[in-house]
T-cell receptor
């Protein structure tokens, strides 16, 4: 079955330290992978995506993600965390093709950045 | 450009009542999605439209949920009658249908069924 897993419900990090939010996937074929962030009472905001090419993808707000095909992972990273990065983060994979494709989301990881 | 608009932002109803949510996608986006996000879970796709046609409604509880996108732009999602377990955030998203099909989300409607 095609799926996405975010193994950590919550990640705690001190401001200024690097952060990693983990994501693994299980799909057939080449994956399209996405990260979204959700702030309280807000919709999901697109951060970045991997389609093809360079395994290190750069996105909004200083975030980046590393695609690792052998480990079927797409971890979200940031070199120096900010308190304002505290939010709920979702990894997603696109399944299907063309206009019939859809996103499957992980359960989400709450990132808590402490001053 | 304007983002995805949704209304209302919050709705409280009694079980067995009906409710409707409205979504206006990003201008020019042919594909529109409705998701249900239950607290503590990731969004789950309910229905996907391509212009005014349904592409995927496999996870839509059709005995109580319905959706339409009559002119290929705005969309309405309806629940009738509502159950307690329908309490969730209902998210609308749209995509241009090109490239990686990145979806852009609206702010959502938080539904509480009492």
């Amino acid at each position: 079955a095609q799926s996405v897993a975010q193994p950590e419900d919550q990640v705690n990090v001190a401001e200024g330290n690097p952060l990693t939010v983990k994501c693994t996937y299980s799909v057939s074929g080449n994956p399209y992978l996405f990260w979204y962030v959700q702030y309280p009472n807000r919709g999901l905001q697109f951060l970045l995506k991997y389609i093809t090419g360079d395994n290190l993808v750069k996105g909004s707000y200083g975030f980046e993600a590393e695609f690792n095909k052998s480990q079927t992972s797409f971890h979200l990273k940031k070199p120096s965390a900010l308190v304002s990065d505290s939010a709920l983060y979702f990894c997603a994979v696109r399944v299907g093709s063309g206009n019939t494709g859809k996103l499957i989301f992980g359960q989400g990881t709450t990132l808590q950045v402490k001053p | 450009e304007a983002g995805v608009a949704q209304s209302p932002r919050y709705k409280i109803i009694e079980k067995r009542q009906s409710v409707a949510f409205w979504c206006n996608p990003i201008s020019g986006h042919a594909t529109l999605y409705w998701y249900q996000q239950i607290l503590g879970q990731g969004p789950k796709l309910l229905i996907q439209f391509q212009n005014n046609g349904v592409v995927d409604d496999s996870q839509l509880p059709k005995d109580r949920f319905s959706a339409e996108r009559l002119k290929g732009v705005d969309s309405t999602l309806k629940i009738q009658p509502a159950k307690l377990e329908d309490s969730a955030v209902y998210l609308c998203a749209s995509s241009s249908g090109q490239g990686a099909y990145t979806q852009y989300f609206g702010p959502g409607t938080r539904l509480t069924v009492l």
